[in-house]
Nanobody, 126 residues
Framework: QVQFVESGGGLVQTGGSLRLSCVAS????????IGWFRQAPGKEREGVACISSRDGSEYYADSVKGRFTISRDNAKKTAYLQMDSLKPEDTAVYYC??????WGSGSWNINGMDYWGIGTLVTVSS
């Protein structure tokens, strides 16, 4: 299938860290911006981070700025999300997809486009 495959989720205590990975399957993501998204139970999906295809510029939602770091390795067709200082409100299923990003209402708005994976569950215990 042509999609991203996410991994690295799990159960962690408040203040802990996790590193998520997503590997492109069936396509080459080099020319796409890649975004990480999350959806908590009963809530809308939220774009949390995006990395551009050309110069590696990084964009973050205010909710994760300073705690999460996105990166990519095109040779491995993989994007990463390093999550530090985790909080219970970070609990969600995390997905990656190709993405666009724009500035509006005082923050970066990260929008998912294509090649969605099935996600990986992150649970932060209090």
């Amino acid at each position: 299938q042509v999609q991203f495959v996410e991994s690295g989720g799990g159960l962690v205590q408040t203040g802990g860290s996790l590193r998520l990975s997503c590997v492109a399957s069936g396509f080459t993501p080099d020319n796409y911006a890649i975004g990480w998204f999350r959806q908590a139970p009963g809530k809308e999906r939220e774009g949390v981070a995006c990395i551009s295809s050309r110069d590696g510029s990084e964009y973050y939602a205010d909710s994760v700025k300073g705690r999460f770091t996105i990166s990519r390795d095109n040779a491995k067709k993989t994007a990463y999300l390093q999550m530090d200082s985790l909080k219970p409100e970070d609990t969600a299923v995390y997905y990656c997809a190709t993405a666009t990003v724009g500035w509006g209402s005082g923050s970066w708005n990260i929008n998912g486009m294509d090649y969605w994976g099935i996600g990986t569950l992150v649970t932060v215990s209090s």
